[in-house]
């Protein structure tokens, strides 16, 4: 495929050309007059050709407005493009295709996609684009508006299935738990699929992402639960660092002397202690009896 790429096109300024068009009107104006008044009719070798010169020169002024650039075709054939605002003029033989240079934002809608694990998730994002290229925006693509919608549904569908919506392992990335690695991927694969178009994208997010309603609830649970293990793991982690603590502190402190099965049974219960969900009951020993 024969790739077009912007180049500036060959303009004057408006107000000079209309400044030679009134003066050509106004010279075919008195040569009319002059007909009528000298009834010479030679004047009107000079009258009619005016006229048809007049009448080329009005189809080729045209105006730029702000963020907005004008294409010209000539019989078939890229001739340039437009970007400075302003009145202008150029060859009246010329197509003048307007396109907008704004930014753009495209919202996608919620798509059912299946994640890195085959957990059918949704999703969403909005794309901030905008065109940078006219003369590939119109001639590359089809329709260049069409073309971003399409092409940015196709990478975050493709994005979606290289993550996992949430990481159980700890420096895994997912789409939930790695926001910024997800959302500069997305980026850069939005704007390698939109380049071929003339279209730069400005910045991308994710607008919508949740489990599929038929898991939602199941994995919901399954959040519960790993939350509930991961916590009772800090705990147990925490607890033991606590009764080592304490046994040090009690041996170079010379607090007490404690053999292998009394150690024992002090962790047992400090564990127990510790790790327990409901508050320890405390059993006071006031010593042994003796028969």
Wanted: net charge negative.
């Amino acid at each position: 495929m024969l790739s077009v790429s912007e180049r500036p096109a060959l303009k004057i300024n408006g107000f000079v050309m209309s400044l030679v068009t009134v003066l050509l009107t106004l010279a075919g104006v008195w040569s009319l007059v002059e007909v009528v008044r000298t009834r010479d009719a030679s004047l009107l070798w000079f009258f009619f050709p005016d006229m048809i010169v007049v009448s080329l020169l009005i189809p080729g002024f045209f105006i730029v407005h702000p963020n907005e650039a004008r294409v010209l075709v000539f019989l078939g054939k890229y001739s340039g493009s437009v970007l400075q605002a302003g009145f202008w003029w150029t060859n009246p033989l010329t197509v003048k295709r307007s396109i907008s240079l704004r930014v753009h934002n495209f919202n996608s809608e919620r798509l059912k996609v299946n994640d890195l694990n085959g957990n059918p998730i949704e999703i969403a994002a909005v794309i901030v684009w905008r065109v940078v290229d006219s003369a590939k925006a119109l001639f590359d693509v089809e329709s260049y508006e069409a073309f971003v919608g399409i092409q940015s549904e196709t990478a975050i569908r493709s994005l979606a299935s290289q993550y996992p919506y949430d990481a159980h392992a700890e420096g895994k990335a997912s789409l939930r738990g790695s926001t910024a690695e997800v959302l500069d991927r997305l980026t850069r694969e939005v704007h390698s699929r939109l380049e071929l178009a003339g279209v730069e994208i400005s910045d991308a997010r994710i607008s919508h992402l949740a489990y599929a309603p038929e898991i939602a609830q199941a994995m919901l649970r399954r959040q519960q639960a790993e939350a509930i293990v991961a916590a009772r793991q800090k705990i147990v982690e925490g607890a033991v660092g606590m009764v080592q603590e304490a046994l040090q502190m009690l041996s170079e402190r010379g607090v007490v002397q404690l053999d292998e099965e009394r150690k024992a049974s002090m962790v047992n219960n400090l564990l127990v202690a510790l790790v327990a969900d409901r508050e320890a009951q405390p059993v006071i020993n006031t010593g042994t009896l003796y028969a």
